[in-house]
T-cell receptor, first 118, second 112 residues
Framework: DTAVSQTPKYLVTQMGNDKSIKCEQN?????MYWYKQDSKKFLKIMFS???????INETVPNRFSPKSPDKAHLNLHINSLELGDSAVYFC?????????????????FGPGTRLTVL | DQQVKQNSPSLSVQEGRISILNCDYT??????FLWYKKYPAEGPTFLIS?????DKNEDGRFTVFLNKSAKHLSLHIVPSQPGDSAVYFC???????????FGKGTKLSVIP
């Protein structure tokens, strides 16, 4: 009974290709996120959607485009893949809201998608 | 510019002893702090958190201490168990923000 799931788990592709990573959460959360963990192991936020509306859009190349068809899904599409895009991408979700309470702050992470660009 | 720093990339502790993982932050607007645990090939999982209005939060073997004046927090695990071996990430959230800023992680190895 997976809370946050991502597909695929591994993705190997050539430079210049376009690929998508899908994310689904069954927790009833309002907010979803995409993070990138690079070779230096930093987890960096890329995007966040709250109720299908983009609320965080960090400085990432516009080759990356998130799409949220509904509250339970946040997909990541990457155009013209480059070598530097190789990383592990994590999807996460949270209840949303800004209260100083664990239930609002805790983010639940998916298992990650390891993207390798050759 | 790293706003959340975990200066020890790794830590080894004997089983049964205390593990202390440290985290420093620079942004005084952070008002909520979390610790995540991550096993290889899995996503991070929430461990424990603390609001900036508190200085301690305890959950079983895990205790988080916050020293706001020093902009420092620490995670204590006692007693440490081999299953605690993982990478531990410190994260912080700013007031009025949905965004979590993560440290680079500390790899804890608990030796049986």
């Amino acid at each position: 009974d997976t809370a946050v799931s991502q597909t695929p788990k591994y993705l190997v592709t050539q430079m210049g290709n376009d690929k998508s990573i899908k994310c689904e959460q069954n927790l009833g959360h309002d907010t979803m996120y995409w993070y990138k963990q690079d070779s230096k192991k930093f987890l960096k936020i890329m995007f966040s959607y709250n109720n299908k509306e983009l609320i965080i859009n960090e400085t990432v190349p516009n080759r990356f485009s998130p799409k949220s068809p509904d509250k339970a899904h946040l997909n990541l599409h990457i155009n013209s893949l480059e070598l530097g895009d190789s990383a592990v991408y994590f999807c996460a979700s949270s209840q949303g809201g800004l209260a100083g309470d664990r239930s609002y702050n805790e983010q639940f992470f998916g298992p990650g998608t390891r993207l390798t660009v050759l | 510019d790293q706003q959340v720093k975990q200066n020890s990339p790794s830590l080894s502790v004997q089983e049964g002893r205390i593990s202390i993982l440290n985290c420093d932050y620079t942004n005084s607007m952070f008002d909520y702090f979390l610790w995540y645990k991550k096993y290889p090939a899995e996503g991070p999982t929430f461990l424990i958190s603390i609001s900036s209005i508190k200085d301690k939060n305890e959950d079983g073997r895990f205790t988080v201490f916050l020293n706001k004046s020093a902009k420092h927090l620490s995670l204590h695990i006692v007693p440490s168990q081999p299953g605690d071996s993982a990478v531990y990430f410190c994260a912080a959230r700013g007031a009025g923000s949905y965004q979590l800023t993560f440290g680079k992680g500390t790899k804890l190895s608990v030796i049986p």
